[in-house]
Structures are given as C-alpha cells and as structure tokens.
C-alpha cells in the first residue's frame, strides 16, 4: 500500500489561493487514481475531487468545481490540488488517498495526517 504525505496547508483570506501537495515515497503515483477530500471541524470527510491513473481525467464535486484543480507531475511523483478563489467554507484538512476513480472518488487507501486549510473572512 502506498504512503502519502499531504502538504501546503496554510492560513489565507478569503479570495486567496494555496497549493497542495500529495507526495509518494518509495512507489510511483502513476498507477494510482488519486483522491482529495476534507473534514471540517466537526463534520465528516467529504471528496473534493480525483485523478485518473492513465488519461489523467478529473472529477470535482459541485462545491469546489471551477474553483480547484488536480493535476499530476510525474517526474515529482506528485499530486497537486490548486485551491482558488477560497471561501471561508473551504475550511478544513485535506488529505489525499489512492481510490477508485469511480464511482466519484470512491476512497480505498489510508489516512494520513492531513494539511489544514484555514480560510479567513
């Protein structure tokens, strides 16, 4: 099973932008479709979106769609997560895990620790 390690979390306001990163060590990404999802402060996880292993396609859910962007850098071996536009909503951890592209994101690895994502007003 392959571990990821979430990064470039931060504290910004509110129409700002962050860049997360979701890195492997040890094993390629290239196999893997991808997946971020979010927990807010006492809410459950929720997908943001994925990445397909081979053609790259994406899927965002509705909340995030034109805001957020996946994409792949195989020669770093990792996954990134463009957040633009961010609201206060968007408050949260974000953590990355390997799933089945479909249906939507369906998550099928490990938790890591996540990177927190802090939206002022």
């Known amino acids: 099973q392959v571990q990821l390690v979430e990064s470039g979390g931060g504290l910004v306001q509110t129409g700002g932008s962050l860049r997360l990163s979701c890195a492997a060590s040890g094993r390629t990404l290239d196999v893997y479709a991808i997946g971020w999802f979010r927990q807010a402060p006492g809410k459950g996880r929720e997908s943001v979106g994925c990445i397909q292993s081979s053609r790259d396609a994406t899927y965002y859910q509705d909340a995030v769609k034109g805001r957020f962007t996946i994409s792949r850098d195989r020669a770093r071996n990792t996954v990134y997560l463009q957040l633009n536009s961010l609201k206060p909503e968007d408050t949260a951890v974000y953590y990355c895990?390997?799933?089945?592209?479909?249906?939507?994101?369906?998550?099928?690895?490990?938790w890591g620790q996540g990177t927190q994502v802090t939206v002022a007003s």
């Open positions: 895990t390997t799933v089945h592209f479909k249906p939507r994101c369906t998550a099928i690895g490990s």
